[in-house]
């Protein structure tokens, strides 16, 4: 007697078997119950409550066993489970095609007895080869059909009275149980489906991991019907819910527990410590991966069954489906209409069988997939158990270890992809660091988890095996031919590569060169289209997604080359180590023959970068002259020959136009490139701007640059409008000189220092004026007649009137800041400003009015009794002709003007004659050779003249006469000497 059969029922219900015994039975007992396999995941009953039926550990424990003694001897009684009566059915009918083993299906329901099926269709004993297709066929041929079906209200409301009929309450949480049955939509609103759906706490909802790789969404929870009412449900076949049962009874154990342990262990200091270990060992992982990986083959070798091919056509579902669906489940509905609502119930059954297998076929599709990735997650845990898990799992990164020390099985496989990454790296890490081969560990990781360790991830745990090597290779070319021999196997990848990791390895054994071709390698693969330029030169859009992601992308690949180059630059700018006191007694450390010194590394440097830019990838050309410019590297970036220099300069400008560094760059690329006008005019707008950022020097400079740049082009080549930009050019600067002269001149009134003045100063340099602003807002204004004669001589305005009168301003303002000074000191800071003027003027008469300075110095001098000779001195220092000079003296003596008179002082014009007459007797090369007879001619005319005037003064008695006669006779001879 026993209740095996009938676990799940409401009522209790035995079956029962009499077996005859000859004799009187002495005694009856249980033989001991063998252990179940290591690692089949099932707790004896006395540490688990509730005891769990016979049919949910039927798969791994064997059937009880009962020994009855009597006189003929012991006999040995099975109790026979569901999946013994199956086999002993299936063997007595001689295969599927029998009633009775109909009746068990029926007698069990679909889905348990399809899950006992599934037993012993996955069985791999070979005495149980044709009893595993006879239970495949009975699996397939009573397994039944998803179907939909219409339940009624009342028997809704018998349903949500009698929660005892749901299966799970008779065990409670559901734990060996069949787990309950969920809702799916199955796309319209007010229809769900129903079927076995495992919880989430077991085996995972098809579709709930929809963002799960591999995983396909089966539907949506379906929209709450009003008033109480359901639509059509979809019905599950019990192959499915027999397959979904059947997985979730082989890992309900392990699906929801820790991966991992904390153990103590005592360290070498013999302190107490923790370390991870794996909560199973490698026996129990690989009964859980023998199991799985026979439902797989089953799963294999029936695909016709679990594949969607089917496609349901939504256009013939009716527009009132919903309201037709709920009237005939209403309750009031009246008889004369049941039989048209039963017409209606079996159309919308017809329409939706369709739909239901499609649904049925997709769930099945992720249940294949979910046993795939389990097969590969529990088989790469078995590999890391088998190479000390705890040894591996101490390597990892502290947050790794947490994520680890908090993961559930279920998660590390539906949601593990990157944990697994991380934990086959430590893997392969660990054999390179052992200095050991990768080939047996990766063909065992590409057999067990080919998802998780792809060919990709074999010939990269290879490459870096052959760098690794590499470095204890101390011949020169076998080491560059391992090197090579890296770089081509991590270029085949085509996946997306750990360029970080790849490109430190390289840097470590200094193969620079290889980082540069890797690098430009993935970015081309990861951007074959080339969308990521296009997005560039477009302007980065922000609505081109695609292109967006395409130029982040490359832009990470670039990055890699330009953080090495970095990395180089940053020991070239290094000083040599000077000794330092040792840390700790002993010998120096030993030297590191790995490390650069500043040379290689500028050396490294330099080929590395003649290397990257032999590049045809635009793109990158442009993110490695951003380096050059953020690192200030912009003579290397003048040195460039490259074609994408010029665009990226100006592309650059067009986006910045306020950059003066760009600026500077665009026009010192076409002075080196040669292209002269083109340099010319970006330096006249830099001085044309208008801001703080240029003061008037740099302006003055960059007109000056230009002038020299308009010059230097060919004027073969040059069209006949550059000439009148060269004469543009010219007057430019002098005006722009004029603006400095006055800024000079504003700075140096110390009495007018004011923040008006500073104001005023800020303007001058914030941009630059023409000639008429300068002269109305800055020169008139401020009283600078200096600077009002330099804007006057420039703009070549003449009026004797307005020159004469700058010219005394300039005299008086000069005089004004030596008041209070001795004579000497105010006629030697006037003369020295006159030379310096005088230079500037002298050579034009129209603004230099000569006879005018003459009188007005002459009678300057009368008032401060300063030398006589000191006009004629500063007047020929500044570059006035001697014959000129001599003659602008005679003239105004002849004029007789009365101020001499009324100053009491007739003769000073004399006085200073003889003295001009004095210095040329005794430098008469100060007057061309060419014309000295002709001016000695005209000296001996004048001191005749001279002479006759003296002789009437002298008969007056007049003393400072007689002396001005006796030296007018004296140069009188002196002159007839040299003719």
Known sequence: MSGDAFPFQRHLLETQSTTRLYGRAWALGEAPVPAPPRGSGYTPPELQRPDPPSIVTQHVQAPRRFITLTRQGSHLIDLLRPVEQLRHLLEASGGADAEAVKAFFTLHKDAQACASALILACSKAAADQQVSEWASRAFFMYGSEPRMVFPTATADVQQQQQPGLQPTNLLGAGAFSSPTVANTSIGTPGLSTRGFQPPQASTPVPGQYAGAQGFQQVGTPAATPTHGLMGPEVQFSGKHNGLYLYFYRILGSVWDGRLVSEVAYQNRQGQPALCLNSSRNADELGWYVEQLRALRDFLDKNQQYTICTVTPD??????????????????????????????????????????????????????????????????????????????????????????????????FVVNGKELSNKLILCLISRYLGDNATTDAVSDRLRDVCPSLYSHNDAVASKASEVLQISKSVQNKHEKEAMLQESLQRYKEISTQLNLPLICQQFEEVHFFGGVVDICLTAALKRDPQGLALHFYKNGEPPEDAQGMEAFRARVDCYRAITDMLHNLLSVCLQHP???????????????????????????????????????DDELFHTVLYDWLL????????????????????????SHQADNLQLLDMLWKFYEKSQQYIAAARILTKLAERHGSDVNLKRRVEYLSRAAICAKSADLRSTAGN????????????????????IVDALSAKEHMRSSTMLEVIGRLNAQLFDITQLYGEFAEPFQLPECKLAIVHCAGHVDSVLIEMLWREIIEEEMKK??????????????????????????????????????????????????????????????????????????????????????????????????????????????????????????????????????????????????????????????????
């Open 314 to 411: 939504r256009s013939v579902l009716p527009r009132n489906l919903q309201q037709r669906v709920i009237g005939f489940m209403r309750p009031d509905v009246s008889l004369a209409s049941t039989n048209h609502m039963d017409q209606v119930q079996q159309q919308l059954q017809t329409k939706y069988q369709v739909e239901a297998q499609a649904l049925e076929k997709r769930s099945l599709l992720n249940l294949h997939a979910l046993v795939a990735r389990t097969c590969e997650a529990l088989g790469l845990w078995k590999i890391l158990c088998d190479h000390q898990f705890h040894i591996l799992v101490s390597a990892l990164p502290p947050n790794v270890q947490d994520q680890l020390r908090m993961q559930v099985f279920c998660d």
């Open 722 to 741: 550059e000439g009148e930009f060269l004469h543009e050019l010219e007057e430019k600067i002098e005006v722009a000189r004029l603006q400095t002269q």
């Open 818 to 979: 030596t008041v209070g000074r001795s004579t000497e000191t105010v006629m030697t800071t006037l003369s020295n400003r006159l030379v310096a003027l005088g230079r500037i003027y002298a050579s034009s008469d129209r603004f230099f009015p000569l006879e005018f300075l003459v009188r007005l110095l002459e009678q300057r001098c009368c008032q401060l009794s300063a030398d006589a000779a000191l006009v004629v001195n500063t007047l020929l220092a500044a570059g006035v002709h001697l014959p000129a000079l001599l003659g602008t003296y005679d003239k105004l003596y002849r004029a007789k003007d009365p101020w001499w008179q009324s100053s009491r002082k007739p003769l000073h014009l004399l006085t200073v004659i003889t003295k001009l007459l004095a210095l040329f007797v005794d430098a008469p090369n100060a007057v061309a050779h060419q014309e000295r007879r002709k001016f000695i001619a005209m000296c001996l005319d004048v001191v005749t003249a001279y002479l006759v005037d003296l002789q009437t003064m002298s008969a007056s008695a007049d003393t400072d006469a007689g002396a001005l006669v006796r030296s007018f006779r004296a140069l009188h001879a002196q002159l007839d000497r040299m003719l």
């Open 577 to 615: 180590q000077a000794p330092s006191v040792p840390a700790a007694p002993g010998p120096p450390p030993a030297p590191d023959y790995n490390r650069l010194t500043p040379t290689q590394a500028e050396q490294q440097m330099e080929k590395t970068l003649q290397m990257a830019l032999k590049s």
């Open 630 to 653: 953020d690192m200030q590297l912009t003579d290397k970036l003048l040195e460039i020959r490259s074609a994408y220099v010029e665009s990226y300069l100006k592309r650059s400008v």
